[in-house]
């Protein structure tokens, strides 16, 4: 069989969108911002978190990435459970998806990273690349792989396909950040700006269709109706230069621009009690004209009751599956090249509060909202804390969605001197029990940081009642 | 202090490493299950109505079918307008011939003209005839050859120069040669053979017309001073003309004898096939007939003697005897003429005949008129018309066949539910029985037997609906859809009569239709 240049981009296409997609919940950093103490890369949380650590330096290669991928319809125990026959129980899996079932994957990367703190500032260059999948796939699409069309479980022999979607990108945001306290130390602010590299777009709106199959209940297959509405395909970038055949991958990776904005705040209610709250990543993307392509497919209906008998006998192959792919092959698709177009980004919203306990252990209440295609996911979080110096940084929380709570998170950051070492996850339910896991949530990262500034402070201040003004710069 | 401090969080993390390290080891015993699911599909097959005016037409292209105008009943209509065909050029030719040029002697006046100058030079012009062959009154001659021998014996040097043209100026011949006297032998012959198109002479009024004018020019020259002597010496010419095609011929032509072979007519729609047991049919009012051409300016009469029939390797003669007049056609225009044999034809076509061949004779001027025209590109041919309106009976008409079936794996498949449902208005009945055979024709099941489609009428379409079962007997210890892993073909029978198998004349007409739903619902398994 030949395989021609278009193909290979098709199956490259897949291939990106795959890799990017395998958490259906709203994809949070709690975590990060459980530990923005020790953590540097959590000022990407909120710019206005001022982290200890003097200076801190995380490295291509070393400083880390964060793994959020999963869906939201299964686990391991259901795959693996089987009936009495040793078969896998496909009932059970079924009957535990949800209507509209989503695969999701965040990953970041960080690949560079560069911050110094100030007396009462934080500036911070990095440098992050990021990719974004989400496929949203109807139950009734398993229904009909599981049952059939003809099956007695379907109403009234109706699949309905609509709500499924397909969502992928990846950029790298460049990124400076500067937070400051301010009213006399009672508040901090923040703001980072990002220039944006769009690498690759792909995105396919929801798709309204339906195929319902009509008999009774001695027959079912007497006729079938297939109905689908008017839908886009949009490329861009990688993506949209593959399907274009371009011959200018590079420029197609590298010749898409955006900006992007984060805010953040904390406010010193008093000593123990501190609000804090960010709004990341306000912005777009452009994507450039010359690597763009959006395939408008037209709504079409396929009626299919059987052949002709006399167009049989002239020789037409007239099966249900010819007669479709004719009527698919015969769709008039509306390609539109070189149209620019703007994706925003994900904006995600954290609020909350923090109750000091002690010296070293803190309480907190974290609200997390994220804006996607036009709905409000919330999230609500508990997370206790204990830090012990710039040492050893502890966070564990729990998180409310659907009015209840199903997830944990958990995570440290060591410092084995001269690095610390992160480990994160905000799916801890699927570490510790992966049989009822839905997700792989999972930072780790090196990254070099010096001085704490909390020991300057202490120092300052305990040298402030013996009349002496410096700040140790050495190492903790 | 330090070590004070870190001695906790050592053995926090040793008793989270156990802990998470005992959450995974159930996964080292992860096994996953035979993925085994049953999909049930439903897939409509045919959804069709049609008449037979449609189905008749989608078979064959070879035949027509309409409704009679007054009776509405369907006919079919089978035609070949060439049954045979024969051209004038078969049978009327033009034979070669030889024109008659004098020999060419030189006056003494050119001779004393030779000897005194050593050269003379002479121009004759001659009348021809061209020669009649069987007194007609004109001929066009297409093409031929001309063929020339020149023999000379003068003791010079000769330059002859020849030019034939028809009494239209048409050049027939364009000859040249020079003949070399050596001073020894003075006796020279040449001869060519050229090519001529599209002469005409006309006989039967001014003899101009009749006649090819031959133009000479020759030149002599002295070969070493030897003198003619008057009357000694001549050009002798042999011209012929050969290969000739007519282009037309006028006057009083010939009678000629026409023989034809046997033509066979096409009754493959009615003979056996090795798919078809014995046929027993009947048509009310079957109609053949014969149609004649002529586009010849010469009469002719056609004697069609007999059909012959072949059935089981056995002839037998119907005889006809009966003689068709074809009359002259005028210049450009055709004569037809026919006839009608129905009722030899009925009770030929209604004995199924293999198949039936005609023998046919004629004679072209039979009655020897004067005046006849044929050009080379004039023709009789026959050809017939069968129609065949529906108004029929038929019985026995059974189709067995067998189709391949590899591949079937019972074992997936749990059930299988045909279902199909007719109307028919046709007066036609349709008993089907499928069987799944193996290898050697056992049958392992019997997929359907009954009927198919159920005689009706316009007003009152006979609908039938059905579901056919494929499945395992819950009241037996066996899966019966076991068996099929043996199953190689599916024998089919088909039997197809009117109603009241076949035993009464039904008409069909133009509106009967048949409408025709087949869709499956199957279960099988999906294993991985």
Redesign the interface.
């Not at chain 1, 026959?85 to 496909?90: F, L, P």
């Not at chain 1, 792989?145 to 099956?151: E, P």
């Not at chain 1, 570490?431 to 049989?435: A, C, D, T």
């Given at each position: 069989m030949r395989v021609t240049m278009k193909k290979i981009n098709y199956i490259t296409l897949i291939i990106f969108i795959i890799w990017n997609t395998s958490s259906a919940v709203a994809q949070s950093d709690m975590i990060g911002y459980g530990l923005n103490k020790t953590l540097p890369q959590a000022n990407n949380l909120n710019p206005a978190m001022l982290p200890d650590y003097k200076f801190s330096l995380g490295l291509p290669g070393l400083s880390g990435f964060h793994i959020n991928t999963g869906q939201n319809f299964t686990n391991?125990e259901l795959?693996?459970?089987?009936?009495e026959?040793?078969?896998?129980?496909?009932g059970d899996i079924f009957n535990k998806m949800r209507r509209n079932n989503r695969v999701t994957s965040n990953n970041t990367i960080n690949l560079f990273h560069l911050g110094i703190r100030g007396l009462t500032s934080y500036t911070a260059f990095s440098v992050n690349t990021k990719t974004f999948a989400r496929v949203s796939l109807p139950k009734e699409l398993f229904a009909f792989?599981?049952?059939?069309?003809?099956?007695d479980q379907l109403d009234n022999g109706l699949l309905d396909l609509s709500r499924g979607s397909v969502k992928t990108m990846a950029y790298t945001e460049i990124g400076i950040s500067h937070g400051r306290e301010i009213l006399a130390g009672k508040m901090t602010a923040g703001i980072r700006l990002k220039y944006i590299i769009g690498h690759a777009y792909g995105d396919m709106n929801s798709i309204d269709a339906s195929l319902k199959?009509y008999?009774n209940d001695?027959?079912?297959?007497?006729?079938?109706e297939m109905n689908v509405n008017q839908f886009d395909i949009r490329t861009a970038g990688v993506a949209g230069g593959l399907i274009n055949e371009s011959d200018d991958i590079r420029g197609s990776a590298l010749s898409n621009g955006g900006f992007g904005l984060d805010l953040g705040a904390t406010y010193e209610f008093s000593k123990k009690i501190r609000f804090f709250a960010s709004l990341n990543d306000l912005g777009f993307i452009n994507w450039n004209e010359q690597h763009t392509n959006r395939q408008t497919i037209p709504s079409f209906q396929f009626n299919?009751?059987?052949?002709?008998?006399?167009e049989?006998?002239?020789g037409e192959d007239l099966?249900?599956l010819n007669e479709f792919d004719s009527v698919v092959s015969d769709l008039e698709i509306d390609t539109t090249l070189n149209e620019s177009f703007s994706t925003s980004l994900t904006a995600k919203l954290y609020a909350g509060a923090s109750y000091q306990l002690s010296r070293r252990q803190t309480a907190s209440a974290i609200l997390y909202s994220e804006f996607y295609r036009g709905a409000l996911i919330p999230a609500f979080t508990a997370m206790y804390n204990f830090q012990?110096g710039t040492?050893?940084n502890f966070a564990f929380s729990a998180t409310m969605m659907n009015g209840r709570v199903n997830n944990f998170g958990t995570g440290i950051t060591l410092n084995l001197i001269p690095f610390q070492v992160v480990l994160a996850t905000n799916d801890l339910l699927s570490?510790?029990?992966?049989?009822k896991g839905r997700a792989v949530d999972f930072r780790f990262g090196i990254n070099h940081t010096f001085g704490n500034v909390n020991k300057g402070k202490s120092r300052a201040k305990k040298n402030s009642k013996n009349t002496i003004d410096t700040i140790d710069l050495g190492i903790d | 202090m330090k070590k004070i401090i870190h001695k906790p969080y050592l053995l926090f993390g040793i008793l989270i490493s156990i802990f998470i390290g005992g959450c995974y080891s159930e996964l080292s015993n992860l096994e996953l299950g035979k993925l085994q699911w049953s999909p049930e599909l439903g897939v409509p097959l045919i959804d069709s109505e049609f008449t037979l005016t449609e189905i008749l037409e989608a078979n064959s292209s070879d035949i027509e079918v309409s409704p009679d105008p007054e009776s509405d009943v369907l006919v079919i209509r089978i035609s070949d307008d060439s049954l045979f065909s024969q051209y004038a050029t078969d049978y009327f030719a033009l034979s070669d011939q030889t024109l008659n040029v004098p020999p060419i002697i030189l006056t003494q006046e050119e001779i004393n003209e030779f000897n005194a100058n050593g050269q003379v030079t002479i121009s004759r012009e001659a009348m021809i005839d061209y020669p009649n062959q069987g007194d007609l009154d004109r001929i066009i001659i297409d093409q031929g050859t001309v063929q020339t021998q020149v023999t000379e014996n003068f003791p010079a040097n000769v330059n002859l120069t020849l030019q034939m043209e028809d009494p239209n100026n048409t050049p027939i011949l364009n000859y040249n040669n020079f003949f070399n006297y050596d001073g020894f032998n003075p006796i020279s012959t040449d001869q060519s053979t050229d090519q001529f198109n599209g002469l005409e002479f006309t006989f039967n009024a001014d003899p101009v017309l009749r006649q090819v004018l031959a133009i000479f020019d020759i030149t002599l020259e002295k070969v070493n001073g030897q003198n003619l002597i008057f009357g000694a010496n001549s050009i002798d010419l042999n011209i012929g003309v050969e290969d000739l095609e007519f282009e037309a011929l006028y006057g009083d032509l010939s009678s000629q004898d026409i023989s034809t072979e046997e033509n066979t007519i096409q009754t493959d729609a009615f003979s056996q096939s090795e798919i078809l047991s014995e046929l027993d049919y009947y048509f009310e009012n079957p109609q053949f007939r014969l149609n004649f051409t002529n586009s010849m300016g010469i009469p002719i009469r056609f004697d069609v003697n007999n059909f012959t029939t072949y059935k089981d390797g056995t002839a037998s003669n119907e005889p006809i005897n009966s003689s068709i007049e074809l009359a002259a056609a005028t210049v450009g225009s055709t004569t037809t003429s026919g006839n009608n044999f129905d009722n030899i034809f009925k009770s030929i076509i209604n004995n199924v005949p293999d198949s039936v061949s005609l023998q046919v004779d004629g004679l072209i001027d039979p009655d020897n008129t004067p005046n006849n025209f044929v050009t080379k590109d004039s023709y009789f041919q026959a050809g017939y018309e069968v129609n065949l309106p529906l108004e029929f009976s038929l019985g026995g008409f059974e189709i067995n066949e067998t189709v391949s079936l590899d591949g079937i794996d019972p074992q997936e498949l749990q059930y299988a539910l045909f279902k199909f449902t007719s109307e028919n208005s046709l007066p036609i009945d349709i008993d089907f029985k499928a069987d799944l055979l193996t290898q050697d024709s056992t049958v392992v099941m019997n997929l359907f037997d009954g009927k198919f489609l159920a005689g009706g009428t316009e007003e009152a379409p006979e609908a039938i609906s059905d579901l056919i079962r494929l499945e395992d007997d819950p009241e037996t210890s066996n899966n019966e859809l076991d068996d099929l892993v043996n199953v190689k073909r599916v024998g089919i029978r088909a039997t197809i009569s009117t109603t009241n198998n076949g035993s009464e004349v039904v008409s069909i007409t133009s509106g009967a239709s048949v409408k025709f739903n087949l869709a499956v619902q199957a279960k099988y398994n999906v294993n991985f």
């Open positions: 391991l795959l693996t459970s089987v009936d026959n040793g078969n896998i129980n496909t792989a599981l049952y059939g069309n003809a099956s199959t008999g001695d027959f079912r297959g007497d006729s079938i299919f009751s059987g052949a002709d008998v006399v049989l006998i002239n099966s249900v012990g040492f050893f570490i510790v029990n992966p049989m | -």
